[in-house]
């Protein structure tokens, strides 16, 4: 059964910096591109960050691209989210998926919240 | 980007009925079109990838269909377990973007 666990999410004031962590099981996980997706409170889907089986290539929205940085280690089936110069717009659940190109994003964690307030 | 126009924002079905939400992109997406539930406080699923082609475990009253710019997603037969938001999203090229949703209810 796949599974996805985000950890790290909380509280965090404008401009500082959070890591999110995600941790995969029941395939495997480095034949798979991954993503993170968000959705802010009582709002839509989006987008995040993709990053490539082996890591050598990601992909970023323009909204997070130079704060934000996507990171895995196969060895451990480990998918990370370093987040940095985070402002309040950043508040939402941050999801991690496995992402399956051209076909979507076919497993989902249970998210974690990012709060970002002073 | 390609923007992705989905409606209707919202949507009241009778149990047994067929209801149908559409999303339209800004450019061709050859395809690349993903549907998913989210219910209430949980995470979204996939339903759908590729416009037409059931996820596992999918209910055979969920279908996908379209081409180009117009896709739509139908399910035959509304039923409780059906509530919840829709979203469409396009795999086409980076960014990946999604539609609004649509909020179906039972009426």
């Known amino acids: 059964e796949v599974q996805l666990v985000e950890s790290g999410g909380g509280l965090v004031q404008p401009g500082r910096s959070l890591k999110l962590s995600c941790a995969a099981s029941?395939?495997?996980?480095?034949?798979?591109?991954m993503a993170w997706v968000r959705q802010a409170p009582k709002e839509g889907l989006e987008w995040v960050a993709t990053?490539?089986?082996?890591?050598?290539?990601?992909y970023y929205p323009d909204s997070v691209r130079g704060r934000f940085t996507i990171s895995r280690n196969n060895a451990k089936s480990s998918l990370y989210l370093q987040m940095s110069s985070l402002k309040p717009e950043d508040t939402a659940t941050y999801y991690c998926?496995?992402?399956?190109?051209?076909?979507?994003?076919?497993?989902w964690g249970q998210g974690v919240m990012v709060t970002v307030s002073s | 980007d390609i923007q992705m126009t989905q409606s209707p924002a919202s949507l009241s079905a009778s149990l047994g009925e067929t209801v149908s939400i559409e999303c339209l992109t800004s450019?061709?997406?050859?395809?690349?079109l993903a549907w998913y539930q989210q219910k209430s406080g949980k995470s979204p699923q996939l339903l759908i990838y590729?416009?037409?082609r059931l996820q596992d475990g999918v209910p055979s009253r969920f279908s996908g269909s379209g081409s180009g710019t117009r896709y739509s997603l139908k399910i035959s037969g509304m039923q409780p377990e059906d509530e919840g938001d829709y979203f469409c999203?396009?795999?086409?090229?980076?960014?990946?973007?999604f539609g609004s949703g649509t909020k179906l209810e039972i009426k």
């Open positions: 999203q396009q795999s086409y090229k980076y960014p990946l973007t």
């Open positions: 990053i490539s089986t082996h890591g050598t290539t990601t």
């Open positions: 590729t416009t037409s």
């Open positions: 998926s496995r992402h399956e190109t051209r076909m979507g994003l076919d497993y």
């Open positions: 450019e061709g997406i050859s395809n690349d």
């Open positions: 029941g395939f495997t996980f480095s034949n798979f591109y």
